[in-house]
């Protein structure tokens, strides 16, 4: 019975480590009942207690009420007078107090039990340094916590037991939660991927939490969402009431990050109750916060946010959770400035703890927008803007540390009320110099990083099988009848973009920003060329530019409103289905009527009341225009347009050196077009013998040809189908001979690169007015231009404007100029000149002052 009850209880703890509580739960009772029918010497009773301590765990973790099996097996160990016995016992207690917060509690269990760690076996050691290096993970003592889980590893990785795995990898998954903590995003997440490869048996849902917060940090809300969503389902399966809990209060700060007010309030509040149950009063009150802090965010009266936010200060910081204290804090002062009580408001922000290094991004910044608004409650406006151009600073910081795009573009969710203040201010101050370094400051300091792509050797096999994965799905098409094997594959896809995504974020980034460029600068450089400069800010709902260029700079309000984007959805939609082969002329007219409505709604809403005449323009928009068919609109119809990501971005673009380098152009033919081949021989005819052209077709217009022209030549051009992928834009794809190249896979890239089909101009933006798609990915690698659509464009269309752009370019026109030569008669095509428009010949006109000076992180 001995041998029995022994085994059962190996194969519950092996239970435990797959996270099956409810499996382990009967295998534990089984082995009590065993353990009654045998003889009750020493031996067997020792096997009880540590049956009892397990159950105390399962017990703990499913019902929340482990505490009389863990008294049982206490007095049991006192009875046995066992030194392993009770330090397990005291590592267990330690245990049960830290998991409900107890932290002093688990601190005193903890020192009597090393107190007996030479009589410990090695596995019971390294949990003894698993946990109480989380007890210090939780109390933010990294120094200690480091030294206890780098002892729990070799404890682990040096026994020859093999239940030792799942220690091993805890305690390395926990030291990338400790660089998480250290605020070194990159490094945790390459240290807990590489704790998963320990993970054998484990189950990777609590390491998935841990994961999930690190991508909260970093801004990836949706991608942390999938895999908190993925978690939750495997708690519930396995009972864990509390890991649930705190599933659905990260779930809850994804939804905060993406406004979803009404979800995170539910879900904080169902979290709330679950910890409560189960009398772990900590953990409830950091429910709690989070429901306030979206109660604050939905505009409940602040009134009713002080009393609790008081409360919540003083007993966090009553458990030396100074972090939590202070959130709860800034909530209350924000509610005092709100009430009109800047005073009181001011006094007790003064007594919060300075912003730290290492605090959380989301905190700092909010610390910024608290004591900025106190200043602005206390007429002190320059105090006000000092603490919001610090705060931009620190996001700046934060996102350097990223190498990864994806990365640098989704931490911008964090600054959103910061930038929101600057601009507020901004747009009351009605100085045009004012509104314009706002935007610039805000809109996407990303955009001024440097990303890097990921090792080939890393992600080559996921990619080759990725690449099979499209294929396959768009041989299927919509097939009704392969409807089970499609949403397989798309599955399958969707795994393959995780798997890759996250060996892109481990890239560090350069730890560089540059400062953006001042309006006076880009004014002078928008005079030189004879342009005009429009900037557009979009703030609470009221629409506004900025215009440089044709007089003095000014500020003008815009009619646009919540209609615009709807408006420019309808007008891509249009253009696609005009893009189609066969359309029956009555449905063409009716959708071609539609077209011109949405389109002179757009001209009437954004730029007629300008008032800009004749002159050539660039556009920096805003996130909901992004992507907008702005040479298509009436006012803009035969006219050169340069549309790009920010001022400074353009500005940095007439630096290069345009028309010094030996003009070198390659086109590219991809399959399944119709007229591809013959636009790129023609295109290639075009330029010769003027310049080194080169036609690629059929079997020799492959990914490795391409990516080869991307980094050596001048102008590259490419005639393929594409897809832009909404969810995951990284992954949008042209097809070449050899199937897809995705966005993920480029590196050098050629100074002018033309996209001639499909609607490879669109980008997906995301929370801090962030576009990503393969236009933004091609401008951030390097390229000063790219020509590309925002819709699908008709084959024929495409060749006969395509051809006429570069005719058009090699005499000497640039891009923006050769692009509205070509569209501005015939049916409307929505290209787009993004960037800074290139030319073959050099320009006549003065070079820009320097950008800005790089600014190191800290």
Known sequence: ??????????????????????????????????????????????VRVRVLMTLAVVEDETRGDGGPRLADARRLAEDLDDAALGFAVHNAAATRALRRGEHDAALVEFGVAEGLEASASRRDASILHLNRGNLALQRLDLGAARHDLERAVRLAEGSADDSLGSVAFMAAHNLGYLEHLRGNLPRALQLMDDAAALSAGTSLAISGLDRARVLIEA????????????????????????????????????????????????????????????????????????????????????ARLLAPARRLAAEFAAQDLELSARTAALVGCAALTA??????????????????????????????????????????????????????????????????????????????RLVALDLRLALAGRRPAGLFNAVERGRAVSRRLTAVTPPADASEPALAELR?????????????AERSTVLALRQRSAALYSQLNALSWRAVGAGEVVHAAPMATVAEQVAAQGKVLVSYVQVEGRWSAVVLGRGRPRVVDLPGDARTVELSRRAQADLDVLALGRVPAEVRRAVERSLARSLAALDAQLVRPLRLGDQALVVVPTGPTSTLPWTCLPS????????????????????????????RVAALAGPGLASAVDEVSEVAT???????????????????????????????????????????????SLQLADGALFAYEVGAVAPHVVLSACELGQATTRPGDEALGWTRVLLALGSRCVVAGVSQVADDRAREVMVDYHRRLAGGDDAATALAGATEHGSVVPFVCFGSSWRAVPPRVRPAEPVGLALASR
């Open 1 to 46: 019975m001995l041998v029995q009850a022994t085994a059962a209880h190996r194969r519950a703890q092996a239970q435990c480590d797959r996270g099956r509580f409810d499996l382990a739960h009967r295998g534990l009772l089984r082995a009590l009942d065993l353990l009654d029918a045998a003889p009750p010497d020493a031996e067997a009773r020792a």
């Open 339 to 416: 009430l009109g009580r800047p005073d009181q408001a001011r006094a007790w922000f003064a007594e919060l703890d300075p912003i730290s290094r290492t605090d959380p991004i989301g905190l700092k910044l909010q610390q910024r927008v608290v004591a900025a608004e106190i200043s602005l409650a206390g007429q002190q406006e320059a105090a006000a803007r000092s603490q919001v151009r610090s705060g931009l600073t620190e996001l700046g910081r934060h996102q350097a540390q990223f190498g990864s795009l994806d990365l640098q573009t989704a931490g911008a969710v964090h600054g959103r």
């Open 686 to 732: 075009t330029w010769r013998p003027t310049a080194e052209a080169t036609a690629a077709t059929g079997g020799g217009a492959t990914r490795s040809r391409l990516t080869t022209s991307l980094a050596t030549a001048t102008v590259v051009h490419v005639a393929a189908h594409g897809s832009h992928q909404r969810q995951s834009p990284l992954f949008s």
């Open 636 to 663: 803009l119809r035969g006219r050169p347009v340069e549309v790009s990501p920010t001022a400074t971005s353009w500005l940095a673009g007439t630096r290069g050196a345009a028309g010094t380098e030996p003009l």
């Open 219 to 302: 801004g990836l809300t949706d991608a942390a969402d999938a895999v908190l969503a993925q978690a939750e389902q495997e708690f519930r399966r396995g009972r864990l009431t509390h890991e649930r809990a705190e599933t659905e209060l990260a779930r809850a700060e994804c939804a905060l990050l993406g406004e979803r007010l009404g979800d995170a309030r539910a879900l904080a509040a169902s979290a709330r109750t679950r910890f409560a149950r189960r009398g772990n009063d900590r953990w409830r009150r950091v429910a709690e916060l989070t429901l306030l802090t979206a109660d604050q965010a939905a505009g409940r009266p602040p």
């Open 468 to 480: 099979q994965v499209t294929e396959a799905l768009r041989a299927l098409g919509d097939d009704p």
